[in-house]
């Protein structure tokens, strides 16, 4: 089975200062892994996926994160948050080879100060 | 966007009644999914279709039914409502590209029951 652990449900950042979201990840086999960003009343939208090609995935709005199987690690960053960059942000892992069951963290929402 | 779309948005219903929701997708993917999302849970799968009459039971089945009888349509039905199933709920669609599957969201339904 696997999981995917978000440490801080809540984080705030100022505006300009880098973003750094953790994801942990547990499997028994190489996973996928996905962040998915959702806006207030929005579906949730792919920011980045990992699929065993590069360790560092760039995605959409300038968030990148790095895969470290020694860490089980997949931790979103940014270098500098921007105020449109408020939302709440969820890490989901799936198995290799399978169409199904995507596993979500908790979530964890970013708020940018001015 | 991808073409999902889910009916209604919103819903008001009484706990002991019958509710049916709809997702409708345009994309022609084989793949759909319901799940709920709620505060410290992030998203959890309730049901998911591999094919039309192939449906299969996800993490929080209890409660839940599913019928998919087209391509494009994935219904949810809650027989009975119960005030614990007051959550919002999202479909989402996929399709093997390359070598994995990539979940699309629709906008949402918010559920209260009363």
């Known amino acids: 089975a696997q999981s995917v652990t978000q440490l801080g449900s809540h984080v705030s950042v100022s505006e300009g200062a880098l973003v750094l979201l953790r994801c942990n990840y547990s499997s028994s086999v190489p996973p996928y892994l996905f962040w998915y960003v959702q806006y207030p009343n929005q579906g949730l939208q792919l920011l980045l996926k990992y699929t065993s090609a590069a360790t560092l995935v760039k995605g959409i709005n300038g968030f990148e994160a790095e895969f470290k199987k020694s860490e089980t690690s997949f931790h979103l960053t940014k270098p500098s948050a921007h105020m449109s960059d408020a939302a709440e942000y969820f890490c989901a892992v799936t198995l290799t080879g399978t169409a199904s069951k995507l596993t979500f963290g908790t979530g964890t929402r970013l708020q940018v100060t001015l | 966007d991808a073409g999902i779309t889910q009916s209604p948005r919103h819903k008001v219903t009484e706990t002991g009644t019958p509710v049916t929701l709809r997702c409708h997708q345009t994309?022609?993917?084989?793949?759909m999914y319901w799940y709920r999302q709620d505060p410290g849970h992030g998203l959890r799968l309730i049901h998911y279709?591999?094919?039309?009459?192939?449906?299969d039971k996800g993490e929080v089945s209890d409660g839940y039914s599913v019928s998919r009888s087209k391509t494009e349509d994935f219904l949810l039905t809650l027989e009975s409502a119960t005030s614990s199933q007051t959550s919002v709920y999202f479909c989402?669609?996929?399709?093997?590209?390359?070598?994995?599957?990539?979940?699309?969201f629709g906008p949402g339904t918010r559920l209260t029951v009363t």
């Open positions: 994309e022609n993917h084989r793949y």
């Open positions: 989402a669609i996929s399709d093997k590209t390359g070598r994995f599957y990539e979940q699309y």
């Open positions: 279709s591999y094919g039309v009459k192939d449906t």
